[in-house]
């Protein structure tokens, strides 16, 4: 079992930066693919980016590509979000998510293929 945290989250103006991190305890992260999903008020929960257990391969959703990237640490056992200019729409709680793979090259799209999830960090886009 691996418990997940999240930080990093905040206000920022549109067209900052901020850097979301996930830290994994319990097993180390290069077993683990992960990924962000994001959830706004009154939305359904939204895959952001998901990348594999040995790093090797990522995904980034259609509207965050270009500006958003995803990064696991597997020393650290920590995953990481780097958002840049970022928008209002971006604004949601952001959760962290992993599951146990049999093949270490896979990533995940879906939030139901994830076993495993942070509390989440609220990022708040300021117009």
């Known amino acids: 079992q691996v418990q997940l945290v999240e930080s990093g989250g905040g206000l920022v103006q549109a067209g900052g930066s901020l850097r979301l991190s996930c830290t994994a305890s319990?097993?180390?992260?290069?077993?683990?693919?992960m990924g962000w999903f994001r959830q706004a008020p009154g939305k359904e929960r939204e895959f952001v980016a998901a990348?594999?257990?040995?790093?090797?391969?990522?995904y980034v959703g259609d509207s965050v590509k270009g500006r958003f990237t995803i990064s696991k640490d597997n020393g650290e056992s920590t995953l990481y979000l780097q958002m840049n200019s970022l928008k209002p729409e971006d604004t949601a709680a952001y959760y962290c998510?992993?599951?146990?793979?049999?093949?270490?090259?896979?990533?995940?799209?879906?939030?139901?293929?994830?076993?495993?999830w942070g509390q989440g960090t609220q990022v708040t886009v300021s117009s």
């Open positions: 998510a992993a599951r146990t793979v049999f093949d270490s090259g896979r990533y995940y799209l879906r939030h139901y293929e994830y076993v495993y």
């Open positions: 319990g097993r180390t992260a290069s077993t683990y693919a």
């Open positions: 990348i594999s257990a040995s790093n090797s391969r990522t």
